[in-house]
């Protein structure tokens, strides 16, 4: 029998996961959020910085077996897992976890589709590795949280490794839990990311969650190769957890591992920010289109926030595009500015770094006074952040709206009516009609598929 650690607990439940273990519900998560996956990809994909990214793996690939997305070419597969995840997780539009403090679909789909399109391994293989890396990510960081991140650390970037590792060794060593703990012990070597860039701005945070998911498929592929990693690396007494955070508990882990899935918990974003401003943005939005108002009707702007993001992203002059996408005070602003009138709005990277030189914007911003509020904490959990919004108009009137959770957390999820209209709307920008609803149909039988690799031809 296994022993009962940490470490091979979550290496057992990834070597013996299979696609038919898994709940209906969440296959038709999974569905969703790969659907997701390639909307927020096809939006980052057009971004600089991914750019950027092509041209370094252009210059640092190796064997090109792995595809890449939205192209005929390939890389080698620690290659195309990072810039894959560059288009999906760079832009601050891809899925969530906000208790985790992570976002885990860019760099668990990269890594897994990675490792399967290059071996010819089944759809159902792939996205049972996928909801492994998925469960790996999300359960290790909740042991660690909010420690690990009052420590300066970005928990997509560390955690993500694990993500990206358990995915890919349990495509590579199936059924073997010996190997994959040994991949998850060599991926905590690979773990780093830091926040720094909340303060002094930057573009690193556009690469975070990309290195997470080339270090973790690399560290499948160096224990492939013959090396090994500690068994014991997540409890170790110089192990991961210790050496990352001040406060460990391994609870979250072991609860409920192989019957309750905290994949169901994520979030998808209707915006390019963070998932614990959108309540405060989507406040707005509905304040706005319910009484008409523009921002020459608003004096002052209250906003009250739980204490978990006080100080981090309520900052009311971002001096940088990431901060804007980080600030709630900003979010607010913006969302004002753009008098957003229609359910599908969705704001974008191009829509805050338009925002950041438009001094009506950066005015508004100014205005947003964040106060934590107790109602606001109280409904405020590890699946989504609330917001109490208002305004104080120049006619003497105060309007306000409170949100619990934002459209798109656990609570409030969107129908699959609504991730497949996303994914076609900005799909078809790319492709004609026809071939997106191939391209749909594709992702919603890919658990049928014999070989995952089926995706590439169309993507490409």
Known sequence: MVKSTPTMELASFAASLTYE???PSLQSTLFELMLDYLRVASLGERMPWSRWAGEYVQETSGRRVSPLLFSSQR???????????????????????????LHPGCIVFSSALAIGQSRGISGARVLAAVAAGYEAMIRIALCIQPSHFR????????????????????????????RIAETLGLAASFSGGLVQFFHSGSTVKRIHAAQAARSGVQAALLAEAGFSGPVDILEGQDGFARAYSDQVDFAPLFAGLGSTYRTAEVSIKPHACSARVLAALEAAVD????YDLTADDIEAISLGIPRVIQGRLTGNAPASLQSAQMSAPFS???????????EAYALNVDDFEAGLADPAVMRLAALVECVVDEDVE????????????TFTLHDGRQVSRFVAA???????????????????????????PAEVEVLIDAVRTLPQADDSGVLAALLG
């Open 21 to 23: 273990r898994l709940p």
């Open 75 to 101: 890389s080698d597969p620690a290659s195309a897992a990072f810039l894959n995840t560059v288009y999906a997780g760079s832009i601050d539009a891809d899925d969530t976890h906000v208790g985790a403090m």
């Open 151 to 178: 420590r300066g650390f970005q928990s997509t970037a560390t955690c993500g490794v694990f993500g990206a590792a358990a995915a890919a060794a349990a495509l590579l060593f199936p059924g073997d839990a010996r």
């Open 287 to 290: 304040l706005c289109r319910e």
């Open 332 to 342: 607010v602003a913006l969302a004002i500015s753009k008098r957003i009138r229609g």
């Open 378 to 389: 109280r409904v405020s959990t590890a699946e989504s952040v609330g917001a109490r919004l």
């Open 406 to 432: 934002p459209k798109g957390s656990a609570s409030r999820p969107y129908s699959q009516a609504d991730h497949v209209a996303r994914a076609r709307a900005e799909l078809t920008r790319r492709y004609a």
